[in-house]
């Protein structure tokens, strides 16, 4: 057998976060308020904490105006002030105003018929003037990594919206760094700014190890987040404030597997299930104690229960399902003990609230709406809720609830699912595509397939969108119409979004001007670069093209979640 090449094996830091931090600079992050009475005698000598800061962190310098985090994007990181202020935007920010596909009314049916003799005979045109008229009064600076949007007039954007000031020492965006969350508000720098930036694993491994670290963060998080959130949660909606507050100051919450699940999907795809299954950590597991009722915060999950020597998966749980009410309801009515009924492993990563079992039974049971929680039958046991029932329960077949987890096609929001008995392969999807965004179709008609249905290569504008994370300009957002698009005007072509998407949906292109010519970069002369992908017909009357235009009911698009819905379609006859 030839030999292979020896290489060293991939290291976490091999590619640091600020791959320019200093000695000096480090010594100065750690001595900020937030950092400075870490002990770092807490860490361990494969993992200390100024190599933590060294690798985990970078000093960031904004000028008046820049926009720090925007609204609705995606974040993994948190900010610390050193010096400087800025504005955290309390009132809302338009998508005009952050360089945003601003289209909020579908095209009237004029505009629709005009688009299908108006669109383009060469690919992927554009209109150029677009690129020097920049986004309103939004404008970009910087180059690849280090690009960032700014306002051109800062004074007059603070004038319009209602803010709060931050200054040196204060922290923001903590929220989204602990849970991937879209950021809850525009920040923008007000003088010349200089922060440290710390991605999501240095904040991890730090608030691990340091109980007043952990404590100010976890704080933080109680005081800005925790209780809307419990409030927003049908399970929860009845309670008043006191409940609510009880509640969220004994609540915990855990991070179980990797935030870069994405890149270890795409390392196992193909792998055999039970090998795949095997890399899922555990949240809770079958017939071990039950401690508290398991929220999920963002993520993905898979319930399983023993069957022979292995695991039979019987459904996901995603954002905001719960894990453990039936086993709380039926100890509440009968007493006896207390342990999980089924497994619960995460899906690469899955943030999770814990709510101590006590507080369900003293506040949320006595009262909750009885659509809520399972009925006691007449056998002494529990009829479970509709909302509640496993993807088997619901009539999904075990094959594909094993194909839609392992594939993680449970991510989407509005997945493309073709039944490959039905179709005919006559291109009516993509041609309805095609004419609905300018003469190119956005999606391609293949795809893994399992018992003749195909998750095909379309953007599923996912529950948890990674292709969002680290996008420098903001370009690729989620819509207020729930799809994930693309700004063209600000995307910088740094395929950031393609690399990262596990699915392969977003595809790099080279523009065009309205006579076919190839737009290049002044400076290098090689073409512009855009990232393309699917935007569900945001824009369209009537919604997704290719759903409107099949013949043969075939193809649906469809949010995984609604489980009872995907079991219709693939059990109608």
């Not at 554009?126 to 690129?131: H, I, K, Q, T």
Request: glycine content about 8%.
């Amino acid at each position: 057998m030839a030999e292979g090449i020896a290489i060293a094996r991939p290291q976490r830091w091999d590619r640091p976060f600020g791959p320019d931090m200093t000695d000096d600079d480090v010594a100065r992050v750690l001595e900020q308020p937030l950092l400075r009475d870490i002990d770092p005698g807490q860490f361990p000598a494969s993992l200390p904490l100024r190599e933590i800061v060294r690798n985990d962190t970078r000093l960031r310098r904004f000028a008046p105006g820049d926009v720090i985090v925007r609204e609705g994007d995606y974040g993994s990181s948190m900010f610390v002030i050193i010096t400087g202020g800025v504005q955290v935007v309390t009132d809302g920010v338009d998508d005009a105003e952050l360089g945003r596909a601003t289209r909020k009314r579908p095209r009237t049916l004029f505009q629709a018929l005009r688009q299908l003799w108006g669109n383009a005979g060469q690919p992927e045109v554009r209109d150029v003037a677009r690129y020097f008229q920049g986004a309103g009064n939004l404008d970009l600076r910087g180059e690849a990594e280090d690009a960032r949007t700014y306002l051109a007039d800062v004074d007059a954007f603070l004038e319009r919206h209602e803010t709060v000031p931050l200054s040196d020492g204060a922290a923001f965006g903590e929220i989204a760094a602990l849970a991937r969350s879209p950021r809850t508000a525009t920040v923008v720098a007000d003088t010349d700014t200089e922060v440290v930036e710390l991605r999501w694993q240095g904040l991890r491994d730090i608030r691990r190890r340091d109980a007043g670290f952990r404590e100010h963060i976890d704080g933080l998080y109680r005081e800005r987040s925790l209780a809307q959130h419990l409030r927003e949660a049908p399970l929860f909606a009845h309670l008043d404030d006191a409940a609510i507050d009880d509640i969220a100051r004994h609540t915990t919450f855990e991070t179980h597997g990797t935030q870069e699940w994405f890149r270890d999907f795409k390392k196992v795809k193909g792998d055999d299930p039970s090998a795949v299954l095997g890399q899922e950590p555990a949240v809770a597991e079958e017939g071990h104690y039950l401690d508290g009722l398991i929220m999920i915060r963002s993520g993905f999950a898979r319930v399983s229960e023993g069957l022979d020597q292995g695991q039979r998966t019987t459904g996901y749980a995603v954002q905001n399902d719960v894990f453990g009410l039936e086993e709380i309801v039926h100890h509440w009515r009968h007493g006896g003990p207390l342990a999980f009924r089924r497994s619960l492993r995460a899906i690469g990563s899955v943030d999770i609230l814990r709510v101590p079992t006590a507080l369900v039974e003293r506040h949320v049971l006595p009262n909750a709406p009885a659509d809520q929680l399972p009925e006691a039958d007449a056998g002494g046991g529990e009829v479970t809720p509709a909302w509640l029932e496993q993807s088997t329960d619901r009539g999904l077949p075990q094959s594909l609830v094993d194909f839609f987890v392992d594939e993680r096609t449970i991510n989407g929001r509005a997945a493309m699912v073709i039944d490959t008995d039905r179709c005919t392969a006559c291109d009516d999807c993509v041609r309805a595509c095609a004419s609905a965004h300018n003469a190119n179709p956005r999606f391609k008609r293949h795809g893994p397939i399992h018992d003749g249905k195909q998750v095909t290569n379309a953007c599923m504008h996912c529950a948890d969108p990674v292709c969002l994370i680290g996008c420098p300009t903001g370009a690729i957002h989620r819509h207020e119409s729930g799809a994930v698009v693309i700004d063209d005007a600000t995307c910088i072509g740094c395929a950031t979004c393609a690399n990262a998407c596990p699915y392969d949906n977003i595809t790099m292109v080279e523009i065009r001007d309205g006579n076919g010519e190839f737009i290049v970069d002044e400076q290098t002369g090689q073409p512009i670069m855009k990232a393309t992908k699917c935007d569900l017909c945001f824009d369209q009357l009537g919604g997704p093209a290719c759903e409107r235009a099949c013949p043969h009911d075939a193809l649906i698009r469809i949010d995984m979640h609604d489980q009872a819905r995907l079991a219709e379609w693939i059990n109608r006859k």
